[in-house]
């Protein structure tokens, strides 16, 4: 049996965790946030428990508190996994990559892409693979694999043109363009 009184409390935190995030108040919502979790743990709602440990995860980022976010991320990973839910448990890997690439642990930061990136290719999620693509191009940028960089770019230039996202298009054109130029001026000085 649902328990109702419950279930308005979470309705009831889940809008003010909106509203405090909305507002720039991330220790009032990462409150609001961590109770409502209790209460999903207390009536067994894993799919809404998995939602709300990823906010809390998102809001740890925002504060700079990412060893924290990247617990959260990876309890929200295993859950969706679980429940077979594919596409938020690659958003959670992603997620995952994103920290430790802020913590500048690039190599660590490859396989949570990757396994992202092997799920968005199963279950045909052609923008979430081409978030990957750039995001494994920067790792390898900050690697100084300069060629695999611009491969990995290339692929989600293309693939970002090809879904209508445009702004992505012409920023990872930029990053394209930039990666050559350096290729060439590389290439310029070793010849001399």
């Given at each position: 049996m649902?328990d109702?009184?419950k279930?308005?409390?979470?309705q009831?935190?889940?809008?003010k965790?909106s509203?405090h995030?909305?507002n720039?108040e991330?220790l009032?919502?990462?409150?609001?946030y961590?109770?409502?979790?209790?209460?999903?743990?207390?009536?067994?709602?894993?799919d809404?428990?998995?939602?709300?440990?990823?906010?809390?995860?998102?809001?740890?980022?925002?504060?700079?508190?990412l060893?924290?976010?990247m617990?959260?991320f990876n309890?929200?990973?295993?859950l969706?996994?679980a429940?077979g839910?594919d596409?938020?448990?690659?958003?959670?890997l992603?997620?995952?990559?994103?920290?430790?690439?802020d913590?500048k642990?690039?190599?660590?930061?490859?396989?949570?892409?990757?396994?992202?990136?092997?799920?968005y290719?199963?279950?045909g999620?052609r923008?979430g693979?081409?978030?990957?693509y750039?995001?494994?191009?920067?790792?390898?940028v900050m690697?100084g694999n300069?060629?695999a960089?611009?491969?990995?770019?290339?692929?989600?230039q293309?693939?970002?043109?090809k879904?209508?996202?445009?702004?992505?298009?012409t920023s990872?054109?930029?990053?394209i363009?930039?990666?050559?130029?350096?290729?060439d001026?590389r290439?310029?000085?070793?010849?001399?």
């Amino acid at each position: 049996m649902i328990d109702t009184n419950k279930s308005q409390r979470i309705q009831t935190l889940l809008l003010k965790a909106s509203h405090h995030f909305m507002n720039e108040e991330l220790l009032k919502a990462l409150h609001c946030y961590q109770w409502c979790e209790r209460l999903l743990v207390d009536l067994a709602d894993t799919d809404r428990q998995a939602d709300v440990i990823n906010n809390i995860g998102l809001i740890l980022v925002k504060l700079k508190r990412l060893e924290e976010a990247m617990k959260c991320f990876n309890r929200a990973q295993e859950l969706y996994k679980a429940l077979g839910k594919d596409r938020n448990q690659a958003a959670q890997l992603g997620n995952m990559g994103s920290v430790l690439r802020d913590c500048k642990r690039y190599e660590e930061a490859f396989e949570p892409y990757e396994t992202a990136l092997e799920i968005y290719l199963r279950i045909g999620d052609r923008a979430g693979v081409a978030e990957q693509y750039a995001n494994i191009a920067y790792l390898h940028v900050m690697n100084g694999n300069l060629q695999a960089a611009l491969s990995f770019y290339e692929q989600a230039q293309d693939l970002f043109q090809k879904l209508g996202m445009f702004e992505k298009a012409t920023s990872t054109r930029r990053n394209i363009d930039l990666l050559s130029s350096w290729n060439d001026r590389r290439a310029e000085s070793r010849r001399r």
